[in-house]
């Protein structure tokens, strides 16, 4: 479904992405793991053409989505920190958001909105709100217009045990209807229980993008945090 | 482009520096008219403070409401809108919500106090100088990401265009007072918006004595209405080109 092939993206001196191939396809939830500034979210960013890479090319469903827009009413994308205008409320932003993405397929999905009780407190102004709170802002509008791929960076940082968990429950269960789910995340204990594959960077190139289960085989692990810790310790020795 | 730019004027108009420019412009007018006997002066006295005020409320309200709006433009990149709709959307709103505050504070008292051709001459040249310094303000939030330098750079392009380059001319002019300038004088004009709004109001207004160097071969090359339909077209160009690099910048920004 995502196809990128060599890309390469250089911020200043810092190379964030090195020539970078890889393919997600449909169904899959796919990890993307990696030290800080191994260059996870530039990838995503990439993806969502946010970043415009330097070189190098990245299809969506077959096509280039070089100064292509359409492509993106079908991702929803959940920020690693979340920035809204500040004198907005959460109403008004889902409104605009609901407003800008209306023609997507069938009606708003606000499980979320529900179960993280934000409805609650719909008249508060994003400024105020609490990172926590931003967060399952974020979440909520990611999942909202039914989007067949979810990008997902650092879904549960900041966010408290129990929404964590129902956010967890959301995943899982938009996994079940077929959609490519990425997320990132530094908690690999949550990991476990959702994805299928794990994509692995390190200074902004592709270590190993295998699935869980070969994955699992070849470190005679069954938990990914001490698979990863292996091939981790592996690496710098 | 609607739909966003039913927010972004929603979102100016919360701001309510835009409603104290309104105040601040329609009590300048109407002092001014009130103060002077004849309406004509106190048209002239009028055109001297919009040709400071309105350029430099514009450009500097712009630039930061640009750098304030990165998290709206972030917001909406990751959605499926094109870069091009964003952007022009944003710089839309400006021009709508500032020009509209021109003419609640300049153009309304205009109209009442001094209603003939050369006011309707001047309505249209400050909604002309209020787009093309939004588009300025735009291009030097473009070529920046820090706030600072942006709004540093802004100030320049203000200063430049209101004091420096009228003393560049007249450099220039006493350099080289033995050669024929009148040629280059005229192209020259044409590289300075405010220079050329004030040339364009006073070629209607027809005092020569107060048009300056530039107004006066300005009239000689072009006779007053060629000079006053050319001079709206160099405006035109002024309102477009930095809007157009602005864009080419902004499709490529990481964000």
């Known amino acids: 479904m995502i196809v990128a092939k060599n890309i390469t993206k250089q911020f200043g001196k810092l190379k964030a992405l090195d020539n970078v191939s890889v393919t997600f396809s449909e169904g899959e939830c796919i990890a993307l793991l990696g030290p800080n500034g191994c260059g996870k979210t530039t990838l995503i960013k990439s993806l969502l053409g946010m970043v415009v890479p330097d070189s190098g090319s990245i299809e969506f469903d077959k096509e280039s989505i070089s100064n292509k827009w359409k492509y993106r009413s079908r991702i929803g994308y959940m920020p690693q920190i979340g920035r809204y205008p500040e004198n907005m409320t959460i109403t008004q932003v889902i409104d605009m958001m609901k407003d800008i993405r209306k023609e997507n397929n069938g009606s708003p999905d606000e499980d979320l909105v529900r179960s993280f009780g934000l409805n609650n407190i719909l008249q508060k102004k994003m400024s105020t709100l609490s990172g926590g709170t931003t967060q399952k802002v974020s979440a909520a509008l990611a999942f909202m217009f039914n989007p067949s791929v979810l990008v997902l960076d650092e879904p549960t940082a900041g966010l408290d045990p129990l929404s964590s968990e129902k956010l967890k429950q959301k995943i899982i269960s938009e996994k079940q209807n077929g959609k490519l789910i990425l997320i990132t995340s530094h908690i690999l204990s949550e990991l476990d229980d959702l994805i299928t594959e794990v994509f692995y960077m390190q200074e902004g190139r592709l270590l190993f993008h295998k699935k869980l289960a070969a994955l699992k085989e070849e470190t005679g692990e069954m938990k990914l945090s001490k698979a990863i810790s292996k091939i981790m310790n592996e690496v710098t020795v | ?255």
């Open chain 2, 1 to 255: 482009m609607k739909k966003l730019l039913k927010y972004v004027i929603a979102d100016i108009i919360q701001n309510k520096i835009v409603l104290l420019y309104t105040a601040l412009l329609l009590i300048i007018s109407l002092s001014v008219f009130n103060l002077e006997n004849s309406s004509a002066k106190g048209l002239l006295s009028l055109l001297n403070i919009i040709l400071i005020l309105v350029p430099l409320i514009c450009i500097i309200f712009s630039t930061i409401y640009m750098y304030n709006s990165a998290e709206f433009i972030e917001l909406l990149v990751s959605q499926p809108l094109k870069r091009r709709t964003i952007w022009l959307s944003l710089f839309t709103g400006l021009a709508v919500s500032l020009s509209v505050a021109y003419f609640i504070g300049v153009g309304i008292p205009i109209l009442l106090y001094h209603a003939d051709a050369t006011g309707i001459i001047m309505i249209i040249t400050g909604l002309f100088l209020t787009v093309v310094f939004v588009s300025i303000a735009l291009l030097s939030a473009g070529l920046t990401r820090d706030k600072a330098k942006g709004i540093g750079l802004s100030i320049s392009f203000w200063l430049y265009f209101s004091l420096i380059f009228d003393a560049l001319i007249l450099f220039l002019l006493f350099q080289f007072q033995d050669y024929p300038l009148e040629k280059i004088m005229v192209i020259l004009s044409f590289l300075n918006p405010i220079g050329l709004s004030r040339v364009q109001i006073l070629l209607q207004m027809d005092i020569s004595a107060l048009m300056g160097y530039t107004g006066a071969i300005f009239r000689e090359f072009f006779g007053n209405s060629t000079g006053i339909i050319l001079s709206f077209i160099g405006l035109c160009v002024w309102a477009i080109i930095p809007l157009m690099i602005s864009l080419k910048k902004f499709k490529h920004k990481d964000l």
